[in-house]
């Protein structure tokens, strides 16, 4: 089944506690992204990668590292996370960052900072 | 101004009633149009995409766009419980754009 996986579903943690989301899809893709979504601001995009060793900063990366060392896999870092980055946190792959392309969405991991 | 503007709702219709859901855009470059669809505790998905000015007609579901006025519209007729769920609208500009979404529209569809 093609699919984009998230782990941890759910994360309770503390500030300043380096977190790490993992994020694997199994469609050979080579675009994906991570999101944040936040009542009343929607979904914002937070860093891409367009291939392996590529990625690039999206409309909040504050706060946030990447890094894509094999196409399947796009973790997101939380070094030193603060509750303002309480939130829940979607990645998403597609063939490439095309516009007519499918972007499949993860099923989410939420986030709270203490 | 975001480029992608939507009214959050929450919209609540009868069951089989027609909705009207709708975005405006501020990016003229703007050539791709889609709705997207998230179920509660779910990550979105893809309901429909449409290119540049026009309609699109998928069963109980049509897209519109209309580029001389930057509205972007999502039609749900006989609209069901199942219906029930948050309605994104998202665009971009061509191959090296990434996507805008719009904040979502929360549609509850009682029976």
């Known amino acids: 089944e093609a699919q984009v996986t998230q782990n941890p579903r759910y994360l309770i943690t503390v500030t300043g506690k380096k977190l790490t989301v993992t994020c694997s899809q199994n469609m050979n893709h080579e675009y994906m992204s991570w999101y944040r979504q936040d009542p009343g601001l929607g979904l914002r995009q937070i860093y891409y990668?367009?291939?392996?060793?590529?990625?690039d900063k999206g409309d909040v990366p504050e706060g946030y590292k990447v890094s894509r060392k094999e196409k399947r896999n796009f973790p997101l870092i939380l070094e030193s996370p603060s509750p303002n980055q309480t939130s829940l946190y979607f990645c998403a792959s597609s063939l490439y960052r095309g516009s007519r392309e499918t972007q499949y969405f993860g099923p989410g991991t939420r986030l709270l900072v203490l | 101004q975001k480029e992608v503007e939507q009214d959050p709702g929450p919209l609540s219709v009868p069951e089989g009633a027609i909705v009207s859901l709708n975005c405006t855009y501020s990016n003229s470059a703007f050539q791709y149009f889609m709705w997207y669809r998230q179920y509660s505790r779910k990550g979105p998905e893809l309901l429909m995409y449409t290119y540049s000015s026009g309609n699109k007609e998928d069963g109980r579901f049509t897209a519109q766009v209309d580029k001389s006025s930057k509205y972007i519209s999502l039609f749900i007729r006989d609209s069901q419980p199942s219906d029930s769920a948050t309605y994104l609208c998202?665009?971009?500009?061509?191959?090296?754009?990434?996507?805008?979404f719009g904040k979502g529209t929360k549609l509850s569809v009682k029976p």
């Open positions: 990668s367009m291939n392996v060793e590529v990625t």
């Open positions: 998202a665009a971009n500009g061509g191959s090296q754009g990434n996507l805008i």
